[in-house]
């Protein structure tokens, strides 16, 4: 048998036994193995209910609903090195308020956050229209009022559990206003012409007659993850998720399978960026007292594509402070597509950014204040950490960094180098290499010491400047030999006037 032979035939069985593991997931409540799910414990859980979990795209914070006597209540958790949750607080006004409060999403940045607010119904449904979305932000050490979306989202029927995607254009979230298929379904809306369109139903895919709730769209945009008592599952209420399509079809919805559903009830579920961690929340029978939060390691049938959190600052590499609002451009390198465009932070110039593994990626910006700044990522190791840190220091026009200086010496007949300051150059052009922004580019300066003479006409002035010149030529056609596709500029020499 050759060895694309045994390859194919590898294939063939893996994809087998995938199927017939997700086949498995519909029908077996045995569990899977390595799926390892735990209680989160004393830090997140009490003999409350903890539901609704959300976690920021780096992984480090959760943010999730407690329900204190009727009250629903926003807490948030911070994992520290050691990946120990802390002591879960309550968030406070605002968001929090002695109404109703839950279903909160942070956005990527972790500078929003999206939830469910419910107060007094209105006629209109706009403002205390019953449960409405709506958002805060961050304002320095606190969130701000809530801002509701406005009747274009918000109905006199439900609306809540919202969502909102790694691109910050698309949300996802539950209602029961007509035009669905019964019950609660998944509605989403698209952030267009700076304004949200009108809510589209998922459709059959992925709603049916009863109730689909708490979704979860996954970094990569491609995978979502939601609760339904309508499919087929193993108890009250199961776990499941769908992938769309390059059309932008969502599939067939996949059963999450035990040990992630049970006979219990499984209300709502988020994976990483990476998609290797989940975190539910269910009644089993060790919780503290009615729902509790778990978490649990993914496996490959469920798993998402792998994500990374790309963040950093944007800030002037002169005068070391931040640069606000600056464009920042994500293309792919292979087809050049630009995946999107984001903004640093009005407050502190940092950026946030979910990007699929297994690629290479430009990052760019450009600004009429400073130079352009070129970065290319590569993203193409499972042992790339989830947060890539990549800072963004911009240089103004003229700015110039020093990487090497070397006293070169010329034959004064042959006007070449010799050897030793060949070596000099390799020297810097290794420094290129690990110079850490590929949109820098070399300008060579040489220093020569002369006589001037009384005038430019002094033959010694043109003589010291032909062969200033003669050595300048020698140096960059020695770069361009070596330059390995490296931008050489061309600089007029700097003198010194004995």
Not at 377 to 403: M, Y
Request: include cysteine; hydrophobic fraction near 30%; charge should be neutral.
């Amino acid at each position: 048998m050759t060895s694309s032979n045994r390859l194919s035939s590898k294939t063939k069985k893996s994809k087998k036994e995938n199927a017939q593991t997700q086949a498995k997931l519909f029908t077996d409540d045995t569990p899977i193995l390595g799926a390892n799910l735990q209680n989160m414990g004393d830090s997140i859980n009490t003999t409350e209910n903890e539901y609704l979990p959300s976690l920021s795209l780096d992984g480090h914070t959760l943010v999730f609903t407690r329900n204190v006597g009727g009250n629903e209540d926003f807490f948030i958790s911070k994992k520290d090195s050691n990946s120990v949750w802390h002591k879960a607080q309550n968030m406070g006004y605002p968001p929090n308020t002695n109404m109703p409060d839950g279903g909160a999403k942070l956005s990527v940045d972790g500078n929003y956050l999206f939830y469910t607010r419910c107060d007094l119904r209105s006629p209109d449904g706009i403002r205390n229209g019953g449960c409405d979305l709506v958002f805060s932000y961050r304002q320095k050490d606190k969130w701000s009022e809530p801002q509701y979306f406005g009747y274009t989202i918000n109905t006199t029927a439900y609306e809540g559990q919202p969502c909102l995607n790694a691109d910050n254009n698309t949300l996802y979230f539950v209602s029961n206003r007509e035009g669905g298929y019964g019950g609660y379904d998944i509605w989403m809306s698209t952030f267009e012409n700076k304004k949200w369109t009108k809510p589209v139903n998922l459709g059959p895919n992925i709603n049916t007659a009863k109730d689909e709730t708490s979704p979860f769209i996954h970094p990569d945009n491609e995978t979502l993850y939601f609760a339904s008592n309508g499919l087929p599952g193993l108890g009250q209420t199961d776990l499941f998720i769908s992938r769309k399509d390059k059309n932008g079809v969502w599939g067939k919805p996949l059963n999450l399978g035990a040990p992630i559903n049970s006979e219990r009830f499984e209300g709502s579920i988020i994976v990483s960026a990476k998609g290797k961690k989940g975190y539910l929340a269910s009644d089993r029978d060790d919780s503290k007292g009615g729902l509790d939060i778990y978490s649990f390691d993914t496996y490959s049938a469920i798993q998402p594509n792998p994500t990374i959190c790309l963040k950093g600052f944007v800030r002037d590499k002169y005068y070391d402070i931040p640069v606000l609002a600056q464009e920042i451009v994500f293309s792919n390198l292979f087809d050049q597509t630009v995946i999107s465009t984001e903004k640093s932070n009005e407050g502190d110039g940092s950026y946030t950014k979910a990007l699929k593994m297994g690629k290479t990626y430009i990052i760019s910006c450009h600004s009429d204040l400073y130079r352009p700044f070129y970065k290319k990522i590569a993203l193409l190791n499972d042992s790339i950490p989830e947060i890539f840190n990549v800072q963004i220091k911009l240089k103004q026009p003229g700015l110039i960094d020093t990487l090497f200086q070397a006293q070169l010496s010329f034959d004064s007949i042959s006007h070449r180098l010799d050897s030793i300051s060949y070596k000099k150059i390799d020297t810097v052009m290794k420094r290129w290499k690990d110079y850490t922004e590929d949109s820098a580019s070399v300008v060579v300066f040489l220093k020569c010491y002369y006589y001037s003479g009384e005038n430019d006409d002094d033959p010694m002035y043109k003589y010291n400047l032909d062969k200033c010149l003669a050595y300048l030529q020698e140096v960059n056609s020695y770069f361009e030999k070596r330059k390995n596709c490296l931008l050489v500029d061309y600089a007029r020499p700097m003198y010194d006037y004995l």
